[in-house]
């Protein structure tokens, strides 16, 4: 794997925060067959510590928006965008992400894929998103950025595009396994 090139994603990123952004983004969102769906969670160092979510990411054909869950209540567009049965959203680990978020939203998802879980009953083992973007993809995905501050009033150059990496791998990957015809 380590001979593999390193890719990130290079489109359109929008830190959703503006209640027009919000709109622009769910018309984006609410239009596409398959997006690419991830959170982030500012890590916890100390036994018994957790956080909530703070940031949510979704990733169509020609942008990849940011949502920073505790910078203002996108709880009405995250349920829609959760709940569009239209929509198919990729992930991997996908239960996590939902436990976890519905502790900060409630909304009934639909459509939801976990790219993981179709790799592991294909005989896979390796199922995160870094192998699994190697193995179908042909790049790594560099990790840099996992344990930061999520929580950030603002985000990095380098956190953002991390998370906008991410999103837009689960939906490659969902892509890439039905033109492989892998079920998903």
Known sequence: MLELPIRRYEGEVHLVAAPAEVERALADILQEGVVGFDTETRPAFRKGESYLPCLAQVATARAVYLFQLQRQDFSGA??????????????????????????????????????????????????????????????????????????????????????????????????????????A
């Open 78 to 183: 995250m349920s829609e965008i959760l709940g569009a049965e239209g929509t198919v959203k990729a992930g991997v680990s996908l239960a996590d992400d939902l436990r976890s978020l519905k502790k900060l939203i409630a909304f009934e998802e639909r459509s939801m894929v976990d790219v993981g879980l179709v790799a592991r009953r294909h005989g896979l083992k390796q199922t995160g998103v870094r192998n699994l973007a190697g193995i179908f993809l042909g790049f790594r995905i560099p990790k840099g950025t996992k344990t930061s501050n999520w929580a950030a009033a603002r985000l990095s150059a380098q956190q953002i595009t991390y998370a906008a990496t991410d999103a837009w791998a689960c939906r490659e990957l969902l892509l890439c396994f039905r033109n492989l015809g892998l079920g």
